[in-house]
């Protein structure tokens, strides 16, 4: 906008442009933040000032949208390396669509990967002193990126590129008041004329008609706010300039009357634990008054969470006080609402964030016109938005207590109902809807080839007719991208993350499912197997191209020996099953067979660094989806050791001694032993657990301020849900767990935890689906795989008695056993030491299960099928990346299996040594003496960058494994990381 800028200072500007409501919501909105750590180590310790060397803010606007490139530039006057932590509050409704770190001085722009592989390059880069940068968006407007080094007394730059939609009562609102000066500081609006609010108060003179401005020791205490002026065109077009596609944006004035229905009035209220930091005061009183508005005299009220859906008629004098005392537990289900009555011709009204954390919400409807409105600082406002627009309903967004008024003129605004929108020859175009004023209309969407949009309207007889301007459409990818992040999220839960963001990268716009991430060498982008941003350096561009040949090499050698070296290594396996062992004395028996060698690992140093060369080949693709089946109910018992904090739950197999399957679930040789597995008692010593006990009966209530103290917290509802199970509440156990789902925290580690938990407490479906969507993010590793079989296994274990859910059963083993030989049988970018043969024993554990219910399947190949029966089986696998944690058994004979010696004189055999996270490792003795089995665990070696804390253990202790009579005790257990102290965890008794 050269020649056209025109400034007004301090709060003459803001008035003219912001209401009241607004600017006090603007108030609570922070500008760029900075924070930064020694190393990335996240402590008060490690904690360093870090100041803005220079702030550039460049803002086009095209029509209603405008696009703001903001360089900043971080120095650091310490004399140790730093990790930096850059936030901004962007303008409501902005997306991210570019990100640029400098790597040796030279901008590189960061490319979109999904959220989990971006964190995961991140993170291997940042342990191996490397310079990556990475941008992860939520469902708020926050802007978040970290970036390593930032090194002692340098700096580093980063560049970002978002997309924002003009509010038509706010316009663009960019909060940049600051609490210190910035060195240098620039701003350069640029595109339709606008105009303009500037964020300093004490303007220089002669600024107010300059088109630039910059100036130096700048304290900016004031939000940067544009009003777009009046445009000459209902239809304007530009081209994005990733993809290369025409999109429209159409701004109209048109008719339209929106009728206040007078009758029943149904409210849906989300009690899931995401709503506790919402404007749920505000809301009630909306919700009063939206009923008051429509004559009800009494409301329908729904409240809902993952937990289930409760309906009852409350007083319209008494709503207020009702949602009040609504408590919020469990997470965010909307499957729950399927079986609500819903009166006919009802207005219904949903608060709700829209996060889903919880099964699916495909295809999700109400049978009634629903309005949406969300008013917390995470919410989904593509789902919102089409949810409400698909149904004749609006999607309001409540942003404080003085904005109910607002709020209600919005439900009750007029708004014209689209009918059709398409191209000449009738073909639909799929548009966002973009909020406007009474009686217009704003939408965007893919341009038809031939320039022609068709509008109907409800009550229009004709159809409104839009033309791309003649002459060039210039560059600008401001439709686009808005256009791509609202589809996106409107999909995001019936797509795998692949898709996501693939579609991400087509519009180079990130979302909460992929991120941008910049790598800082070429062997970076082919270890981490993501392509390089297409403007990379040439000579950069030509060292990927010669690193990625030689990866895909590699890979092609070790496809091809793959099968050749699993077979070696399951002949090995069973070969030491079938070594004849004394059990009375020490060394094997003279006639014995000797069992193959067993390599020991030389344990790393904690000093020791990863190496930065070239790293194992990309993944396969993830495996289907298993066919869905049946939830069954639970059983329990528990435990823990002070520093150990471990809960188990006792699966029993008896139903295995039915006749079903005849000799085929008979093996030769086949003993049965006597014995008992014994785990210490849970006892957390938590202080929220010890207030809980004290409250008895009122413990409702005591929850309630806990949650205030520690709800933020997974561990906290991890904890509360054990302590539920232990009282006997199965449901509330369930809530507490899928409540830690609902927490901004939560992370793929805290997914796992989750299901471990559910299928601990019987929920074996919900289980199973939170590990589907595990194994769609973590492709790169095969742990998922086998989480995701044995989860099968314990739900075919659990339905398998019966006659009508055999079936069923059959199809989980099924599914198990292809999981469980792709587990052994691919090559991940992520080695698991032992895993194949871990893998093995399982699947054909579940294959003598699958026969016993005439069942059959050929997935595992001849060379890899022997059924290993064994006296004692214990295996251990934990939830976090770059750790290595230590099984330990103690024989009766005092004899330790542990990583130095992992093979007893008497059989006992640990399988494999993992040292750099996830498991499994396992002990296993075919034929074991008589006495107490002791098992210890501790942790080798932690990841000191893991934000998550303790690591958790999974530890299933299996007795008689492989046979009719076998049972288990499946363990949950928090591991204090410190001293490398060994925790107690079980111990076995065989007679």
Same mark, same amino acid.
């Given at each position: 906008?050269?020649?056209?800028?025109?400034l007004?200072?301090g709060?003459?500007?803001?008035?003219?442009?912001?209401?009241?409501?607004?600017?006090h919501?603007?108030?609570d909105r922070a500008?760029?933040?900075?924070?930064?750590?020694? @190393?990335?180590?996240? *402590?008060e310790?490690?904690?360093r000032?870090v100041?803005f060397a220079a702030?550039?803010?460049?803002?086009t606007?095209?029509?209603?949208i405008?696009?703001?490139?903001?360089t900043a530039?971080?120095a650091n006057?310490?004399p140790?390396?730093?990790?930096?932590q850059f936030?901004?509050?962007m303008?409501?409704g902005s997306?991210?669509?570019?990100?640029?770190?400098?790597?040796?001085?030279? $901008?590189?722009e960061?490319v979109?990967?999904?959220?989990?592989?971006?964190?995961?390059a991140?993170?291997?880069?940042?342990?191996?002193?490397?310079?990556?940068?990475?941008v992860?968006?939520?469902?708020s407007?926050?802007?978040?990126?970290?970036v390593?080094?930032?090194l002692?007394?340098?700096?580093?730059?980063?560049r970002?590129?978002?997309?924002?939609?003009?509010?038509?009562e706010?316009?663009y609102?960019?909060p940049?008041?600051?609490?210190?000066p910035?060195s240098?500081?620039?701003?350069?609006?640029?595109?339709d004329?606008?105009?303009?609010?500037?964020p300093? *108060?004490?303007i220089?003179?002669g600024?107010?008609?300059?088109?630039?401005?910059?100036?130096?020791?700048?304290r900016l205490? +004031?939000?940067?706010?544009?009003?777009?002026q009046s445009?000459s065109s209902a239809?304007?077009?530009?081209?994005?300039p990733?993809?290369?596609?025409?999109?429209?944006?159409?701004?109209?004035a048109v008719?339209?009357?929106?009728?206040?229905?007078?009758?029943?009035?149904h409210?849906?209220?989300?009690?899931?634990v995401?709503r506790i930091?919402?404007?749920?005061?505000?809301?009630?009183r909306?919700a009063?008054?939206?009923?008051g508005? +429509?004559?009800?005299?009494?409301?329908?009220?729904t409240?809902?969470? *993952?937990g289930?859906a409760?309906?009852e008629?409350?007083?319209l004098a008494n709503l207020?006080?009702?949602l009040?005392?609504v408590?919020?537990?469990?997470?965010?289900s909307?499957a729950v609402?399927?079986?609500?009555?819903i009166?006919?011709r009802?207005?219904?009204? $949903?608060?709700?964030?829209?996060?889903?954390?919880?099964d699916d919400r495909?295809?999700?409807?109400?049978p009634?016109?629903?309005?949406?409105?969300?008013?917390g600082?995470?919410?989904?406002r593509?789902?919102?938005?089409?949810?409400a627009e698909?149904?004749?309903?609006?999607?309001v967004?409540?942003?404080?207590a003085?904005?109910v008024?607002e709020?209600?003129?919005?439900?009750?605004?007029p708004?014209?109902?689209?009918v059709?929108?398409?191209d000449?020859?009738?073909t639909?175009?799929?548009?966002?809807?973009?909020p406007?004023?009474?009686?217009?209309i704003?939408?965007?969407?893919?341009?038809?080839?031939d320039?022609?949009v $068709?509008?109907r309207l409800?009550g229009?007889? *004709?159809t409104l007719?839009?033309?791309?301007p003649a002459?060039?459409?210039?560059?600008?990818?401001?439709p686009g991208?808005?256009?791509?992040s609202?589809?996106?999220?409107v999909?995001?839960?019936?797509r795998?993350?692949d898709?996501?963001?693939?579609?991400?990268?087509?519009y180079?716009?990130?979302?909460? #499912?992929?991120?941008?991430?910049v790598?800082?060498?070429?062997?970076?982008?082919?270890?981490?197997?993501? /392509?390089p941003?297409?403007?990379y350096p040439?000579?950069?561009?030509a060292q990927?191209?010669?690193f990625?040949?030689?990866a895909?090499?590699?890979?092609a050698?070790?496809?091809?020996g793959? $099968?050749?070296?699993l077979?070696?290594?399951?002949?090995?396996t069973?070969?030491w099953?079938?070594a004849?062992?004394d059990?009375?004395?020490q060394?094997y028996?003279?006639?014995?067979i000797p069992?193959?060698p067993?390599?020991?690992?030389p344990?790393?140093?904690?000093?020791?660094? /990863?190496?930065?060369?070239?790293?194992?080949?990309?993944?396969?693709?993830?495996?289907p989806?298993?066919p869905?089946?049946?939830?069954?109910a639970p059983?329990?018992v528990?435990?823990d050791?002070?520093a150990v904090?471990?809960?188990?739950s006792?699966?029993?197999n008896?139903?295995f001694a039915n006749?079903?399957?005849? #000799? @085929?679930?008979l093996?030769?040789?086949?003993v049965?032993r006597e014995?008992?597995i014994?785990?210490?008692?849970?006892?957390?010593?938590r202080?929220?657990?010890?207030?809980?006990?004290?409250?008895g @009966?009122?413990w409702q209530?005591?929850?309630?301020?806990?949650?205030?103290?520690h709800?933020d917290?997974?561990?906290f509802?991890?904890?509360?849900g054990?302590?539920?199970?232990l009282?006997?509440?199965?449901?509330e156990?369930?809530?507490a767990?899928e409540a830690?789902?609902?927490?901004?925290?939560?992370?793929?580690?805290t997914?796992?935890i989750?299901?471990? +938990?559910?299928?601990?407490?019987?929920?074996?479906?919900?289980?199973?689906w939170?590990?589907?969507?595990l194994? %769609?993010?973590e492709?790169?590793?095969?742990?998922?795989?086998?989480?995701l079989?044995?989860?099968?296994?314990?739900?075919?274990?659990?339905?398998m008695?019966?006659?009508?859910?055999?079936?069923?059963?059959?199809?989980?083993l099924?599914?198990?056993?292809e999981?469980?030989? %792709?587990?052994?049988?691919?090559i991940?970018?992520?080695?698991a030491?032992?895993?194949e043969?871990t893998?093995?024993?399982?699947?054909?554990a579940?294959?003598?299960?699958l026969?016993?219910?005439?069942?059959?399947?050929?997935?595992?190949?001849?060379?890899?099928?022997?059924?290993?029966?064994?006296?004692?089986?214990v295996v251990? %696998?934990?939830?976090?990346?770059?750790t290595?944690?230590?099984?330990?058994?103690? %024989?009766?004979?005092?004899f330790?299996?542990g990583?130095?010696?992992r093979?007893s004189?008497?059989?006992?055999?640990l399988?494999?040594d993992?040292?750099?996270?996830?498991?499994p490792?396992?002990?296993m003795?075919?034929?074991?003496q008589?006495?107490a089995?002791?098992?210890?665990?501790n942790?080798?070696?932690?990841?000191?960058?893991?934000?998550?804390?303790?690591?958790?253990?999974t530890?299933r202790?299996?007795?008689?494994?492989?046979?009719?009579?076998?049972?288990s005790?499946?363990l949950?257990i928090?591991?204090e990381?410190g001293?490398r102290?060994r925790?107690e965890?079980?111990?076995v008794?065989i007679?």
């Open positions: 906008m050269r020649g056209a800028l025109r007004f200072a709060l003459i500007g803001l008035t003219l442009f912001l209401s009241t409501a607004a600017a919501a603007q108030e500008g760029p933040r900075l924070q930064a750590w020694v @190393d990335g180590i996240r *402590s310790n490690g904690k000032d100041r702030l550039d803010i460049d803002v606007v095209r029509g209603n405008a696009e703001t490139v903001l530039t971080f006057p310490n140790q390396q730093l990790e930096g936030s901004l509050a303008p409501a997306v991210v669509n570019g990100y640029a770190l400098d790597i040796n001085g030279q $901008m590189v960061g979109l990967e999904t959220r989990y592989r971006a964190q995961e991140y993170q291997r880069r940042v342990t191996a002193r490397i310079d990556p940068g990475l992860e968006v939520d469902y407007d926050r802007f978040e990126t970290r390593y080094p930032i002692p007394n340098g700096s580093r730059t980063i970002l590129r978002f997309v924002t939609p003009l509010d038509p706010t316009g609102v960019l940049l008041r600051m609490a210190t910035i240098r500081f620039s701003l350069d609006i640029d595109g004329p606008v105009r303009i609010a500037f300093q *108060s004490n220089p003179a600024v107010a008609d300059a088109d630039e401005f910059e100036a130096e020791n700048v205490d +004031r939000d940067l706010v544009l009003m777009p445009r239809m304007i077009v530009s081209r994005h990733d993809s290369g596609e025409a999109f429209f944006e159409i701004e109209d008719r339209a009357v929106r009728q206040v229905d007078f009758g029943s009035v409210i849906f209220w989300d009690r899931s995401s930091d919402d404007e749920r005061e505000a809301e009630a909306l009063a008054e939206f009923a508005r +429509r004559g009800a005299a009494n409301v329908a009220l409240l809902f969470d *993952s289930g409760e309906t008629t409350v007083a207020i006080e009702r009040g005392r408590r919020y537990r469990g997470g965010t909307y609402l399927g079986g609500v009555d009166a006919d009802a207005s219904c009204l $949903m608060f709700t964030d829209g996060r889903v954390t919880i495909r295809n999700f409807a109400l009634c016109p629903v309005s949406t409105v969300a008013s600082p995470e919410r989904d593509p789902w919102l938005r089409d949810l698909r149904s004749g309903g609006a999607f967004e409540l942003e404080s003085d904005g008024a709020a209600l003129a919005s439900l009750s605004r708004a014209p109902e689209i059709s929108i398409a000449s020859t009738g639909p175009i799929e548009i966002v809807r973009l406007a004023n009474d009686n217009r704003r939408l965007i969407g893919p341009l038809p080839e320039g022609a $068709m509008l409800s229009r007889n *004709s007719r839009y033309r791309e002459g060039q459409s210039p560059i600008f990818a401001g991208a808005l256009w791509a609202h589809r996106i999220g999909t995001a839960s019936e795998a993350p898709e996501l963001a693939a579609m991400a990268r087509r180079n716009v990130a979302t909460p #499912q992929a991120s941008f991430i790598l800082d060498t070429p062997a970076d982008y082919v270890t981490s197997d993501i /392509p941003p297409t403007n040439e000579e950069l561009m990927y191209a010669e990625r040949e030689a895909d090499a590699a890979m050698r070790r496809r091809e793959r $099968m050749d070296q077979v070696a290594m399951w002949r090995q069973v070969a099953w079938e004849d062992y059990r009375t004395r060394g028996r003279d006639d014995a069992p193959p067993i390599p020991v690992t344990r790393p140093d904690d000093s020791e660094q /990863p190496p930065s060369q070239l790293p194992p080949p990309p993944p396969p693709p993830p495996p989806p298993p869905p089946v049946s939830r069954p059983e329990q528990e435990e050791a002070q904090i471990v809960t188990g006792r699966v029993s008896d139903g006749e079903a399957g005849g #000799q @085929d679930r093996r030769a040789g086949l049965e014995g008992t014994d785990i210490r008692q849970w006892d957390p010593e202080r929220y657990i010890a207030a809980l006990e004290a409250a @009966d009122n209530t005591a929850l309630d301020v806990l949650v205030t103290e709800g917290l997974p561990v509802w991890f904890d509360v054990e302590w539920h199970w009282a006997g509440r199965q449901g156990a369930r809530r767990v830690a789902l609902d927490l901004p925290t939560r992370d793929n580690q997914l796992a989750a299901a471990a +938990r559910l299928g601990r407490y019987g929920d074996h479906d919900r289980a199973i939170l590990l589907e969507r194994v %769609e993010r492709t790169d590793r095969p742990q998922p795989l086998r989480t079989a044995l989860a099968l296994v314990d739900r075919a274990e659990a339905t008695d019966e006659a009508s859910t055999q079936p069923s059963a059959r199809a989980d099924e599914r198990a056993i999981l469980l030989v %792709e587990t052994a049988t691919g991940y970018d992520v080695a030491n032992g895993i043969t893998a093995l024993v399982e699947a054909n579940a294959l003598f299960r026969r016993m219910l005439y069942g059959s399947s050929d997935a595992i190949p001849p060379a890899l099928r022997a059924h290993l029966d064994s006296d004692f089986r251990m %696998e934990w939830n976090t990346p770059r290595d944690l230590d099984l330990w058994i103690t %024989e009766p004979s005092e330790q299996v990583y130095p010696s093979l004189p008497h059989g006992g055999r399988t494999a993992v040292t750099n996270g996830y498991g490792e396992e002990y003795i075919r034929s074991a008589d006495g089995y002791q098992i210890e665990a942790v080798f070696s932690g990841d000191r960058a893991n934000p998550n804390g303790p690591s958790r253990l530890m202790v299996y007795r008689n494994y492989g046979r009719q009579s076998q049972s005790e499946v949950d928090e591991m990381s001293d102290t925790q965890i079980a111990t008794t007679e």
